[in-house]
C-alpha cells in the first residue's frame, strides 16, 4: 500500500469519525432540546392546574375544585389538623370554603418538579387563607402538593399544608414560652399587617391598618383573646400603618399610643401631605380625627414583662421608621423597612440610603433571626432583607441604564423599566393599593439619581 494511499485512507477515517461525533452531538442536543421543551410544556400544565385550583376557590366552584384530586387514592393534611385518606376531609373542607362568601383561599406557587418518567410531580409553595368574619382565623403557611398524570390530566394525589402558626392560631416565641405573636393582615391590594405581641398580661398593638373598616375586624380580634390591650406602637407616619387607629382607640380607650417623636410630628401635621392624599384615595374609611401618640418611644420601652429594644431609620423608606427587638428572643418587627415580596414604596426618594439601612439592619442581628415586616409574611431575616436589596438595587440599575443616553426618561424608556422588573419579580401586589406603584417608585428614583449626580458634580 503506497505512502499517500495511507494517508489519503487515515484521513478519509478522521473525517469519517468526526462526522460521526458531530451527527452524535448534533442528536444528542436535538434530544436535549425536546426533552426541555416537554418538560416546560409539563410545568405549564401543572401551573394550569394551580390556576384552575384558585380560580374554582373564587368562583366558588366546587365540582371543578374536587374534579383536580384523584378520588380513588388522596392523602390530605390540613392546616394544623390530623391527616386521612380519601376525598370525604378534602370535600368536607372546600365545601365550607365555597359555601361561604366571606372566606378567600389562594396558592402561590414558587416551585415545580417533574420526576423522571413525566408522569409524576409535585408542586410547592405559600397559601393563603383570609376571611372578613373575625370569628374565622385567617392563615398563611405552605402546600406541597403531588400530583399523577392520568390520560392528558394531571391529578391531586397528596395536598399537604403546613401553617406559619401551631395549632392554637398564634406563633410561639421559642425564647419566651409564654409570648405569642399573631400577624393580621388586611386585604389586598396593598395588604398591611398589624402584629399582636400576645403575653401573659395583655396585647402590644404594633400598627394599626389604613382603615376604619379594617380595623373594626382587628379590634374583634383583638377582643377574641379575652386580654386587655396594653399599649398601641406606631412605627413611622405612613398612614397605612395608623389609618385604623381612630377605630382602635375607640374600641380600647384609655390605652396609650407610642410612637417616635418625628412619627408624632408628621402625624400631627401631615406635613407630608399624606393623610389628606390618602383620604381623597379611600375617603371616609380613613378616621377623621387620628389619635396623636401622647408617648414618645425612646431606645428601650419596658411593657409587661417584656423589654423591646428600638432602632430608628432615618431618610430611608420615611422619614423616620422605628424596628425593635423583643429582648432574649430572635424576633424583630421591622416595620416597612421590609416587605416580604412586595413591591416596596420608594417615592420619598432615599433608596442609596434604605439600601445602607438593610446592611446595618442584617448586621445587627444574627442570620437565624425571624422578621415581621410591615407587609407580607414573616420569615428568616436573610431571604427577606435579600428580596428587598433585589429590588431596589435592580430598580435603581435599570433607571440609571436608560439615563446614560438621555437626560430624562421618556414614556418608552419607563415602559421598559417596568416590563425588567414585572419579567424578574411577577407582577406582585403592592404596599399600597394603587395599581401603578412600579410606575410611581421609577420615577421617585430617576429624580434620586440625578440630585445624585449633580451633587457629585458639584464636588
Given at each position: 500500500?503506497?505512502?499517500s494511499?495511507?494517508?489519503?485512507?487515515?484521513?478519509?477515517?478522521?473525517?469519517?469519525?468526526?462526522?460521526?461525533?458531530?451527527?452524535?452531538?448534533?442528536e444528542?442536543?436535538?434530544?436535549?432540546?425536546?426533552?426541555?421543551v416537554?418538560?416546560a410544556?409539563?410545568?405549564?400544565?401543572?401551573?394550569?392546574?394551580?390556576?384552575?385550583?384558585?380560580?374554582?376557590?373564587?368562583?366558588?366552584?366546587?365540582?371543578?375544585?374536587?374534579?383536580?384530586?384523584?378520588?380513588?387514592?388522596?392523602?390530605?393534611?390540613?392546616?394544623?389538623?390530623?391527616?386521612?385518606?380519601?376525598?370525604?376531609?378534602?370535600r368536607?373542607?372546600?365545601?365550607?370554603?365555597?359555601?361561604?362568601?366571606?372566606?378567600?383561599?389562594?396558592?402561590?406557587?414558587?416551585?415545580v418538579?417533574?420526576?423522571?418518567?413525566?408522569k409524576?410531580?409535585?408542586m410547592?409553595?405559600s397559601?393563603?387563607?383570609?376571611?372578613?368574619?373575625?370569628s374565622?382565623?385567617?392563615?398563611?403557611?405552605?402546600?406541597?402538593?403531588?400530583?399523577?398524570?392520568?390520560?392528558?390530566?394531571?391529578?391531586?394525589?397528596?395536598?399537604?399544608y403546613?401553617?406559619?402558626?401551631?395549632?392554637?392560631g398564634?406563633?410561639?416565641?421559642?425564647?419566651?414560652?409564654?409570648?405569642?405573636?399573631?400577624?393580621?393582615?388586611s386585604?389586598?391590594?396593598?395588604?398591611?399587617?398589624a402584629?399582636?405581641?400576645?403575653?401573659?398580661?395583655?396585647?402590644?398593638?404594633?400598627?394599626?391598618?389604613?382603615?376604619?373598616?379594617?380595623?373594626?375586624?382587628?379590634?374583634?380580634?383583638?377582643?377574641?383573646?379575652?386580654?386587655?390591650?396594653?399599649?398601641?406602637?406606631i412605627?413611622?407616619a405612613?398612614?397605612?400603618?395608623?389609618?385604623?387607629?381612630?377605630q382602635?382607640?375607640?374600641v380600647?380607650?384609655?390605652?396609650p399610643?407610642?410612637?417616635?417623636?418625628e412619627?408624632?410630628?408628621?402625624?400631627?401635621?401631615?406635613?407630608?401631605?399624606?393623610?389628606?392624599?390618602?383620604?381623597?384615595?379611600?375617603g371616609s374609611?380613613?378616621?377623621?380625627?387620628?389619635?396623636?401618640?401622647?408617648?414618645?418611644?425612646?431606645?428601650?420601652?419596658?411593657?409587661?414583662?417584656l423589654?423591646?429594644?428600638f432602632?430608628?431609620?432615618?431618610?430611608?423608606?420615611?422619614?423616620?421608621?422605628?424596628?425593635?427587638?423583643?429582648?432574649?428572643?430572635?424576633?424583630?418587627?421591622?416595620?416597612?423597612?421590609?416587605?416580604?415580596?412586595?413591591?416596596?414604596?420608594?417615592?420619598?426618594?432615599?433608596?442609596?440610603?434604605w439600601?445602607?439601612?438593610?446592611?446595618?439592619?442584617?448586621?445587627?442581628?444574627?442570620?437565624?433571626?425571624?422578621?415581621?415586616?410591615?407587609?407580607?409574611?414573616?420569615?428568616?431575616?436573610?431571604?427577606?432583607?435579600?428580596?428587598?436589596?433585589?429590588?431596589?438595587?435592580?430598580i435603581?440599575?435599570?433607571?440609571?441604564?436608560?439615563?446614560?443616553?438621555?437626560?430624562?426618561?421618556?414614556?418608552?424608556?419607563?415602559?421598559?423599566?417596568?416590563?425588567?422588573?414585572?419579567?424578574?419579580?411577577?407582577?406582585?401586589?403592592?404596599?399600597?393599593?394603587?395599581?401603578?406603584l412600579?410606575?410611581?417608585?421609577?420615577?421617585?428614583?430617576?429624580?434620586?439619581?440625578?440630585?445624585e449626580?449633580?451633587n457629585?458634580?458639584?464636588?
Amino acid at each position: 500500500m503506497s505512502k499517500s494511499y495511507r494517508l489519503s485512507l487515515s484521513l478519509f477515517m478522521a473525517l469519517l469519525i468526526a462526522a460521526c461525533a458531530c451527527q452524535k452531538k448534533s442528536e444528542a442536543a436535538k434530544i436535549e432540546k425536546v426533552e426541555q421543551v416537554e418538560i416546560a410544556t409539563l410545568v405549564s400544565e401543572l401551573l394550569n392546574v394551580n390556576d384552575d385550583f384558585n380560580k374554582a376557590i373564587h368562583e366558588k366552584d366546587l365540582p371543578t375544585l374536587l374534579n383536580l384530586y384523584d378520588s380513588n387514592e388522596m392523602y390530605w393534611l390540613p392546616p394544623n389538623n390530623s391527616k386521612s385518606m380519601g376525598m370525604n376531609s378534602v370535600r368536607d373542607n372546600y365545601n365550607f370554603i365555597t359555601s361561604s362568601p366571606d372566606v378567600k383561599l389562594w396558592h402561590v406557587v414558587d416551585k415545580v418538579f417533574v420526576g423522571p418518567n413525566q408522569k409524576l410531580a409535585t408542586m410547592m409553595g405559600s397559601y393563603h387563607f383570609r376571611s372578613s368574619n373575625p370569628s374565622i382565623q385567617g392563615d398563611d403557611g405552605k402546600f406541597f402538593l403531588t400530583l399523577a398524570k392520568e390520560g392528558s390530566n394531571w391529578k391531586i394525589k397528596s395536598d399537604i399544608y403546613n401553617s406559619d402558626f401551631p395549632a392554637n392560631g398564634e406563633k410561639l416565641l421559642r425564647d419566651k414560652p409564654n409570648v405569642y405573636i399573631h400577624t393580621y393582615a388586611s386585604d389586598a391590594p396593598g395588604s398591611v399587617n398589624a402584629h399582636l405581641i400576645i403575653t401573659t398580661e395583655g396585647i402590644i398593638l404594633v400598627d394599626a391598618l389604613r382603615t376604619t373598616s379594617e380595623a373594626k375586624k382587628l379590634a374583634e380580634v383583638i377582643k377574641s383573646f379575652k386580654k386587655p390591650l396594653l399599649a398601641i406602637i406606631i412605627t413611622h407616619a405612613h398612614p397605612d400603618h395608623f389609618g385604623g387607629l381612630e377605630q382602635i382607640a375607640t374600641v380600647f380607650p384609655q390605652v396609650p399610643i407610642y410612637s417616635s417623636l418625628e412619627t408624632k410630628v408628621d402625624i400631627a401635621t401631615d406635613k407630608n401631605g399624606y393623610i389628606r392624599s390618602t383620604k381623597l384615595f379611600i375617603g371616609s374609611d380613613f378616621g377623621n380625627n387620628v389619635p396623636i401618640p401622647a408617648k414618645t418611644i425612646d431606645s428601650v420601652l419596658n411593657l409587661g414583662s417584656l423589654e423591646l429594644l428600638f432602632d430608628t431609620y432615618r431618610n430611608g423608606e420615611s422619614e423616620s421608621l422605628n424596628t425593635f427587638q423583643i429582648k432574649s428572643t430572635d424576633i424583630v418587627f421591622a416595620s416597612d423597612l421590609i416587605n416580604n415580596k412586595m413591591i416596596p414604596y420608594l417615592v420619598e426618594g432615599h433608596t442609596a440610603n434604605w439600601l445602607k439601612h438593610l446592611d446595618q439592619f442584617t448586621q445587627k442581628y444574627p442570620p437565624h433571626s425571624i422578621v415581621y415586616p410591615g407587609h407580607g409574611a414573616h420569615g428568616s431575616i436573610e431571604e427577606l432583607t435579600a428580596f428587598q436589596k433585589e429590588y431596589i438595587t435592580t430598580i435603581r440599575n435599570l433607571v440609571a441604564i436608560e439615563l446614560q443616553e438621555k437626560k430624562n426618561l421618556n414614556s418608552e424608556s419607563k415602559k421598559r423599566i417596568i416590563k425588567e422588573l414585572n419579567g424578574k419579580f411577577g407582577n406582585l401586589d403592592g404596599v399600597t393599593p394603587s395599581n401603578s406603584l412600579n410606575a410611581m417608585n421609577v420615577d421617585a428614583v430617576e429624580d434620586e439619581l440625578k440630585k445624585e449626580k449633580s451633587n457629585k458634580n458639584k464636588m
